[in-house]
């Protein structure tokens, strides 16, 4: 059975930073591409990054790109979104997906429905 369980959400300052986490159990996550995505209150769940199957490539959005950083530790079998400079408009809940399958090293996956399972996600609140 694959779990994916957040952590790390919380409150923060505009311009601060936090680092929220992906938990895998069932699958290995260096085998597999991942991708976080959020979704703000009356908005749809919009994608936030990806990283591929061999981990050397990774994706994101316009609106946090060179702000946050996708990366996952294979002994910890975790993924993490470190968020820095974080604005109100970052404020959602934090949802993490694994792509399972078999598809390339490189294929990047930014959709929702390119996922198999996705977590429960976290709160993450900016305030200004």
């Known amino acids: 059975q694959v779990q994916l369980v957040e952590s790390g959400g919380g409150l923060v300052q505009a311009g601060g930073s936090l680092r929220v986490s992906c938990a895998v159990s069932?699958?290995?996550?260096?085998?597999?591409?991942m991708g976080w995505f959020r979704q703000a209150p009356g908005k749809e769940r919009e994608f936030v990054a990806a990283?591929?199957?061999?981990?050397?490539?990774?994706y994101y959005a316009d609106s946090v790109k060179g702000r946050f950083t996708i990366a996952r530790d294979n002994g910890k079998n975790t993924v993490y979104l470190q968020m820095n400079s974080l604005k109100p408009e970052d404020t959602a809940v934090y949802y993490c997906?694994?792509?399972?399958?078999?598809?390339?090293?490189?294929?990047?996956?930014?959709?929702?429905?390119?996922?198999?399972?996705w977590g429960q996600g976290t709160q993450v609140t900016v305030s200004s």
């Open positions: 997906a694994i792509r399972l399958g078999i598809y390339g090293l490189e294929t990047p996956f930014t959709t929702q429905n390119e996922y198999s399972y």
């Open positions: 069932g699958r290995t996550v260096s085998s597999y591409a």
């Open positions: 990283i591929t199957r061999s981990g050397s490539s990774t």
